[in-house]
């Protein structure tokens, strides 16, 4: 197993994105047009990978958290485009089973765990409708760090999955984003729906396990807005 994506890296990264957004909200400051709000959210996760595979049992979704910066920048009063740079962990809880599970994957029958975390940076247009505003646009991400854990029903503590870990799976994500949230003063609350576009695995025993699966993440979040 790969360590987790270095502090410092995460640290640098974030600075140098506030970095970027204060430099945007200063441009706009000079101009006649409002400038951006920019702030910080965070909130839950709650992921899945739709395995379509002949020895899944059961799948269910798995809990997660993401934070990170964001800024809207107006087009017009009504529209505008909304950058944000998110850590995000998202996977997937499915049970495997079958007689002939472990002869081919050499693994135990039992509930296995993915856990993936990206740095996502998506970008929506915003429609602004009053407090309401509804967003959806692209997003691309990184993986910093994956592992997979398998619970057998006999152990109560879980065991590496073989040597799958990061390099198992592809390194770069991408897909859509729709959401809709309230902006109540310096406050933003929503919710938003993330769409995978890009296998989560490679192939071999990653992808066989995940059978070409995508992300799938249902996000509600809280924001503050300076």
């Not at 790969?2 to 000079?30: C, D, E, H, R, Y």
């Not at 959210?41 to 997660?64: A, F, H, I, R, T």
């Not at 934070?67 to 485009?81: C, D, Q, R, T």
């Not at 950058?83 to 081919?104: A, H, I, Q, R």
Request: hydrophobic share 40%; charged share 15%; aromatic share 12%.
């Amino acid at each position: 197993m790969k360590k987790p994506f270095s502090a410092q890296i995460f640290t640098v990264t974030i600075m140098v994105m506030l970095g970027l957004f204060s430099g945007i909200n200063f441009a706009f400051a000079q101009s006649n047009n409002p400038g951006p709000k920019i702030g910080i959210k965070g909130g839950l996760n709650l992921s899945q990978l739709y395995v379509d595979q002949p020895n899944v049992e059961n799948e269910s979704m798995k809990m997660g958290i993401h934070f990170g910066l964001f800024s809207k920048i107006p087009i017009n009063n009504y529209v505008a485009l909304q950058p944000e740079v998110l850590y995000t962990n998202t996977g997937s809880k499915v049970s495997y089973g079958g007689s002939d599970f472990e002869n081919v994957f050499g693994i135990e029958t039992g509930e296995i765990r993915f856990n993936l975390n990206y740095v996502q940076v998506p970008v929506a247009l915003a429609v602004n409708l009053g407090p309401l505003n509804v967003h959806a646009g692209p997003y691309l991400a990184y993986l910093l760090s994956a592992n997979v854990k398998d619970w057998k029903s006999s152990e109560t503590s879980p065991t590496q999955v073989r040597e799958l870990d990061t390099k198992d799976f592809n390194k770069i994500d991408y897909g859509l984003v729709i959401g809709a949230g309230f902006d109540i003063k310096a406050v933003n609350v929503g919710a938003r729906y993330n769409y995978g576009l890009r296998n989560v695995g490679k192939e071999g025993l990653a992808g066989n396990l995940t059978d070409n699966s995508k992300n799938a993440v249902v996000q509600v979040y809280l924001g503050f807005g300076f």
